[in-house]
């Protein structure tokens, strides 16, 4: 599985590099950006799960750069974790204010960083949690990456594998098709609907037998349903 990749906004290199050994030994990709230019460029390169991002630092502040990205497109939907100094209330409120999820104040404990993290991403994108899923005799074991149809494996491709199990999620659901690219495509700028048609007709496929539990709902989009009499 995919390890969620982890921005860190941080002039400071020194708490830069703690954080980074940190992430990584707890199962991030963490990058680091030192500024708000080097950071619009790596998240140009890739969009990232998280941001990590410093209050203080040179050139545009961290709340100037919180706002900008809740603004794009590209941006709006990563979860920001802001790094305050002890006792800025008023930042903290500010940061919030500007569009981010949270914020830890510094000096902060690994723990406490690494649980912030974690519960924003679960609030965030539970796409990226390790959690087992059942719906009738379909289950989906995000942790080992699997698929199961009445126990036997399923043969089920990536992007398929991210559908599936926003779908089982929130089974029983309609999604439409922009829902689909915003939840499980995310950075979905150049992507154009019908993407998500074929994807829903190879997630079918790899399916079999189970493949009418996801359902299409006309004018409306698709549906994954325990109902459907397979
Ligand atoms: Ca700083």
Redesign the pocket.
């Known amino acids: 599985m995919k390890k969620p990749r982890v921005l860190i906004v941080?002039?400071?290199s020194s708490?830069a590099e703690l954080i980074a050994v940190n992430l990584r030994h707890n199962g991030f990709d963490p990058i680091w950006a030192e500024d708000g230019e080097a950071a619009q460029r790596e998240i140009e390169t890739l969009v990232p799960d998280l941001i990590l991002l410093?209050?203080?630092?040179?050139g545009q502040s961290?709340l100037v750069l919180a706002r900008q990205w809740r603004k794009e497109a590209r941006t709006k939907a990563i979860p920001i974790l802001m790094?305050t100094a002890r006792g800025d209330e008023p930042d903290k409120i500010a940061g919030l204010d500007a569009g981010a999820d949270d914020y830890i104040t510094k000096p902060f404990s690994t723990q406490e960083m690494l649980a912030r993290i974690r519960a924003v991403l679960r609030r965030r994108a539970p796409e990226t949690t390790t959690e087992r899923v059942e719906i009738g005799e379909l289950a989906l074991d995000a942790a080992t990456h699997r698929v199961t149809w009445q126990g036997t494996p399923l043969k089920v491709g990536p992007t398929e594998f991210k559908l599936l199990a926003h779908l089982m999620r929130h089974a029983e659901r309609v999604h439409s098709r922009a829902q689909l690219l915003d939840k499980v495509w995310g950075d979905h700028v150049y992507i154009e609907e019908r993407t998500v048609d074929v994807h829903v007709k190879r997630l079918r496929e790899s399916l079999g037998a189970a493949s009418s539990m996801i359902e299409t709902v006309r004018g409306a989009g698709y549906r994954l349903t325990a109902q459907a009499t397979v």
């Open positions: 941080e002039d400071e708490i410093d209050w203080m630092l040179p961290g790094l």
